[in-house]
């Protein structure tokens, strides 16, 4: 068995990167994830990768569909005013139906906002940012280990559906140290075999093949129409193969919380804290954002009192599991907002006082 190391979640989910294969990267300096690009100035080119440093998100964004255009690995990162500048061009990506990689280590906003970590980026990785029809993957990790496998796996899912794949982490996960096992490194794809693995690539047909193009202006609402709906069944796949979920102890809670990322981990210890007082809870950790994990919410206890989502933002996962409930139970909000952190004992005692008015 590999040994552990221990590693800072940013330059994990780097490391986590390259040995998946990923050989460009672009991005710009934000905190709290600026480990990214520091570790991948340094260290991608060792991989025979290339690394750029853009004038600005804009730029990266752009950059990176240039380069998934051709056929590479693409890694993008950033934290949440950055990744509201990329928005435009992640509606793009998922246009022309491009894989790339990107990871968004939350921070507090609105705006500009703080340096903290925060989750009131939800809406903005799962609902889109950008204009039209399209859906962006979502992980939420909620340990540095999780994320590096995530970050392993994400671009296979990527090149899978020819689709972005957001990673979800706070500033608290891209900042923490923990011990981890490195994924091993996976060979790069060579030049001569991109033709071959995705045939939509431009790499130059040399008569050996139909030109390729890519293209995301339809003069022809009916030609766009039909477009849409010809890429659109890769995301009803999506619904039904990506979910992700843990459940802990939800058969028989008379509470369950709905939590992801590291305030997941947050509320494991308040309902250790609620259990010596005799209150039986559970949790949801949904591992996708998007499709979101519907059929978690089927493992209730058909008795429970009272489901409450603990989220660092003003309630917007919430939303996703009142759709999911149905109506079934009650459904309150715990939250902390700013870049503000949730603590256990503050968990359980606000879980009292809505079980007291229950």
Known sequence: MREKKLIKGNEAFAIAAINAGCRYYFGYPITPQNEIPEYMSRELAKAAGAFIQAESELGAINMAYGAAAAGGRVLLSSSSPGIALMQEGISLLCSVQLPVVLINVMRGGPGIGSIQPAQADYNQVTKGGGNGDYHCIVYAPNSIQEA???????????????????????????????????????????????????????????????????????????????????????????????????????????????????????????????????????????????????????????????????????????????????????????????????????IADRTKKILEVE
Do not use: C
């Not at 392993?152 to 891209?174: H, K």
């Not at 096992?181 to 431009?202: C, G, N, R, T």
């Not at 069944?233 to 039904?240: I, L, N, R, S």
């Open 148 to 346: 590096m496998d995530m970050i392993y796996n994400a671009f296979d899912i990527a090149d899978e559906y020819r689709n972005p794949v957001i990673i979800a982490a706070d500033g608290m996960l891209g900042q923490m140290m923990e011990p981890v096992i490195v994924p091993s490194m996976k060979e790069a794809v060579k030049e001569k075999d991109i033709p071959l693995i995705k045939p939509y690539a431009l790499t130059g047909h040399k008569n050996q093949r139909e030109r390729n193009a890519i293209n995301s202006v339809w003069l022809k609402q009916d030609l766009l129409e039909d477009y849409i709906n010809e890429y659109w069944p890769k995301y009803e796949k999506a619904e039904k193969e990506l979910p992700e979920y843990v459940n802990t102890k939800v058969k028989d809670a008379e509470v369950v919380f709905v939590a992801y990322g590291s305030t997941s981990r947050i509320v494991l210890e308040a309902m250790d804290l609620l259990a010596e007082d005799g209150i039986r809870a559970g949790l949801i950790r949904p591992k996708t954002l998007w499709p979101f994990p519907n059929k978690a919410f089927e493992e209730i206890n058909p008795k429970a009192a009272h489901v409450i989502t603990v989220e660092l933002s003003k309630g917007q996962l919430i939303n996703d599991v009142k759709l999911a409930i149905e109506g079934r139970y009650p459904v309150s909000l715990i939250n902390r907002v700013g870049g503000m952190l949730l603590d256990p004992i503050e």
